[in-house]
Nanobody
Framework: QVQLVESGGGLVQAGDSLRLSCAVS????????MGWFRQPPGKERDFVAA????????TYADSVKGRFPISRDNAKTTVYLQMNSLKPEDTAVYYC??????????????????WGQGTQVTVSS
């Protein structure tokens, strides 16, 4: 059974940084793209960033490009999202996910087969 567990969320001020982690078990992580998504209060879940199995390719939403680098450590079966220069509009529940197939690291939500429970990030102004 695949399990994804996010950690690292919290309450911070605008301009601060946070690093989210997503630990994966029950899956050969190194074969599949992984991604981060977020869901603000009362809104739909949106794509944030994705990374290829080797870590050599990444994709970002325009709203976070240059601020939220994604990385992975396949030896530790963990994916990270470094969140810098946080803004109040970054407030959301952040979810990590792993694709069901070895396709491209992208924003296609329905291609992500397993999800974590989410971690809350709140940015105050």
């Amino acid at each position: 059974q695949v399990q994804l567990v996010e950690s690292g969320g919290g309450l911070v001020q605008a301009g601060d940084s946070l690093r989210l982690s997503c630990a994966v078990s029950g899956r050969t992580v190194s074969r599949y793209p992984m991604g981060w998504f977020r869901q603000p209060p009362g809104k739909e879940r949106d794509f944030v960033a994705a990374i290829s199995p080797s870590g050599g390719r990444t994709t970002y939403a325009d709203s976070v490009k240059g601020r939220f680098p994604i990385s992975r450590d396949n030896a530790k079966t963990t994916v990270y999202l470094q969140m810098n220069s946080l803004k109040p509009e970054d407030t959301a529940v952040y979810y990590c996910a792993i694709k069901a197939w070895a396709t491209s690291p992208d924003a296609k939500l329905d291609e992500y087969g397993d999800w974590g429970q989410g971690t809350q990030v709140t940015v105050s102004s």
